[in-house]
C-alpha cells in the first residue's frame, strides 16, 4: 500500500530558528513529490520535486529529494511568526496523489 | 485569474441526508481533483475529473460520487451520510491534471458537519 509519512506531527520553535521538516514515502510508481502550505483552509503549492539532489529553493525555504532512500526535506531558515502552518507532503503515484498527515509548524515570537 | 471558488463554504447536515458540494476551477483548467481532510487522517484523494470523465479514483465507499460539466465545473454528491463523513472537502483544479504532473491549486473548502 503506498504510504507518505511526515515527520514530526508538531513542532514548536522560536522566531529566528532553522527548522526541518522530513517526508518519506514509500509508493509504487513514485512521479513526483510536492509541497504545500495549508494556513487557514487551502493548501498552497510550495515545490514539486521529481530529480534526486537538485535543491529547489524560494527565500528562506529550500527542499530537496533523496529517491534512493526515499525522502524529502523542507527547510526554513530564519522562520517568521508567518511560517506557522501546516506542511504537507504528498507524493503523486500512478496519477494519485498520496498525502502525509502534515507538520503542524508554531512559530513563537 | 480568479481562484479556484467553492460552495458552500459551509454545511450543517443530520445522518441520513444527503449533499451536494460545488467547486469551479480555474478558467482554462479542465481537471478537477476532490479531497477529504480530517484532523487524524490528512488528506484522502477521492476523484479526479477530466474533461467531464472520472480519470482516477480512491478508496472512498460509492456513496461518494461526482461529475464535471462541459464548462468543468464538478460537483461532489455524499448519499446516506455518517457522522465519519465530517470533514473539510477540498477541491483543486490543474490545467492537465495529475497526468500532466503539474501543480494543482486548492479551493477555500467545504466544512461539512453530520449530526
Known amino acids: 500500500e503506498d504510504k507518505v509519512v511526515q515527520s514530526p506531527l508538531?513542532?514548536?520553535?522560536?522566531e529566528g530558528d532553522t527548522v526541518t521538516l522530513n517526508c518519506s514515502y514509500e509508493v509504487t510508481n513514485f512521479r513526483s513529490l510536492l509541497w504545500y502550505k495549508q494556513e487557514k483552509k487551502a493548501p498552497t503549492f510550495l515545490f514539486m520535486l521529481t530529480s534526486s539532489g537538485i535543491e529547489k529553493k524560494s527565500g528562506r525555504l529550500s527542499s530537496i529529494l533523496d529517491k534512493k532512500e526515499l525522502f524529502s526535506i523542507l527547510n526554513i531558515t530564519a522562520t517568521q511568526t508567518g511560517d506557522s502552518a501546516i506542511y504537507l507532503c504528498s507524493v503523486d503515484s500512478n496519477y494519485q496523489l498520496i498525502w502525509g498527515a502534515g507538520t503542524k509548524l508554531i512559530i513563537k515570537p | 485569474k480568479a481562484?479556484?471558488?467553492?460552495?458552500?463554504?459551509?454545511?450543517?447536515?443530520?445522518?441520513?441526508?444527503?449533499?451536494?458540494?460545488?467547486?469551479?476551477?480555474?478558467?482554462?483548467?479542465?481537471?478537477?481533483?476532490?479531497y477529504q481532510q480530517t484532523p487524524g487522517q490528512g488528506l484522502q484523494f477521492l476523484f479526479e475529473y477530466f474533461s467531464?470523465?472520472?480519470?482516477?479514483?480512491?478508496?472512498?465507499?460509492?456513496?461518494?460520487?461526482?461529475?464535471?460539466?462541459?464548462?468543468?465545473?464538478?460537483?461532489?454528491?455524499?448519499?446516506?451520510?455518517?457522522?465519519?463523513?465530517?470533514?473539510?472537502?477540498?477541491?483543486a483544479s490543474s490545467q492537465e491534471g495529475l497526468a500532466g504532473a503539474e501543480t494543482q491549486y486548492f479551493g477555500p473548502g467545504t466544512r461539512l458537519l453530520v449530526l
Not at chain 2, 16 to 24: H, Y
Not at chain 2, 60 to 89: C, H, I, K, W
Open chain 1, 10 to 14: 508538531s513542532l514548536v520553535v522560536h
Open chain 2, 3 to 34: 481562484g479556484v471558488t467553492q460552495t458552500p463554504r459551509y454545511l450543517i447536515k443530520t445522518r441520513g441526508q444527503q449533499v451536494t458540494l460545488s467547486c469551479s476551477p480555474i478558467s482554462g483548467h479542465r481537471s478537477v481533483s476532490w
Open chain 2, 52 to 91: 467531464e470523465t472520472q480519470r482516477n479514483k480512491g478508496n472512498f465507499p460509492g456513496r461518494f460520487s461526482g461529475r464535471q460539466f462541459s464548462n468543468s465545473r464538478s460537483e461532489m454528491n455524499v448519499s446516506t451520510l455518517e457522522l465519519g463523513d465530517s470533514a473539510l472537502y477540498l477541491c
